[in-house]
T-cell receptor, first 109, second 115 residues
Framework: SQQGEEDPQALSIQEGENATMNCSYK?????LQWYRQNSGRGLVHLIL?????REKHSGRLRVTLDTSKKSSSLLITASRAADTASYFC?????????FGKGTRLSVIA | DAGVIQSPRHEVTEMGQEVTLRCKPI?????LFWYRQTMMRGLELLIY????????DSGMPEDRFSAKMPNASFSTLKIQPSEPRDSAVYFC?????????????FGNGTRLTVT
């Protein structure tokens, strides 16, 4: 299965700290996307990294992709209370996006 | 742009009843997806459409589930008869373009409770 699996399942940090979440997958991919889900809401797209890219930045977000290890990481720098949410990776190959179960991030003010 | 609109936001029904969930995708998007989210199984893809045509329904759990997209601006997911194990949050998402590099746009979901 292409399904990504996030690690850790839950993460609690203090405001201002960095948060790192990891994603592993099993098959070859075209791209990997990260999404955020606030409680009671739908998922929101954060960033996409293509299979031929190794690193991408967007604001306080930094995503890396290592296709040899079939893994990706999402770093949120200088976290804020508003970053509290669940974060999902999703992989895309020959089938539509398949999501992992997510990392629940709690940022404590 | 109003985004993907789902209705109702919450649905509580008794086992055996028919349930219909509705979705209006973003105008111009030619792909529409139905996902189901539970704590145990995470986000599962149920079915997706391209230009109103069902492409892959292998994720639909049973014959009790059916989905239609009569036109580009409307889709329904029907469960008949409903069972308690169908309780979940159902999401509709849409995207545009060919290939799979376009991000998905999700609605805020329908929380279904079957008692």
């Amino acid at each position: 299965s292409q399904q990504g699996e996030e690690d850790p399942q839950a993460l609690s940090i203090q405001e201002g700290e960095n948060a790192t979440m990891n994603c592993s997958y099993k098959t070859s991919i075209n791209n990997l996307q990260w999404y955020r889900q606030n409680s009671g809401r739908g998922l929101v797209h954060l960033i996409l990294i293509r299979s031929n890219e190794r690193e991408k930045h967007s604001g306080r977000l930094r995503v890396t992709l290592d296709t040899s290890k079939k893994s990706s990481s999402l770093l949120i720098t200088a976290s804020r209370a508003a970053d509290t949410a669940s974060y999902f990776c999703a992989t895309s190959g020959n089938t539509p996006l398949v999501f992992g179960k997510g990392t629940r991030l709690s940022v404590i003010a | 742009d109003a985004g993907v609109i789902q209705s109702p936001r919450h649905e509580v029904t008794e086992m055996g009843q028919e349930v219909t969930l509705r979705c209006k995708p973003i105008s111009g998007h030619d792909y529409l997806f139905w996902y189901r989210q539970t704590m145990m199984r995470g986000l599962e893809l149920l079915i997706y459409f391209n230009n109103n045509v069902p492409i892959d329904d292998s994720g639909m759990p049973e014959d009790r589930f059916s989905a239609k997209m009569p036109n580009a601006s409307f889709s329904t997911l029907k469960i008949q008869p409903s069972e308690p194990r169908d309780s979940a949050v159902y999401f509709c998402a849409s995207r545009s373009g060919t290939g799979d590099n376009s991000p998905l746009h999700f609605g805020n979901g329908t929380r279904l409770t079957v008692t």
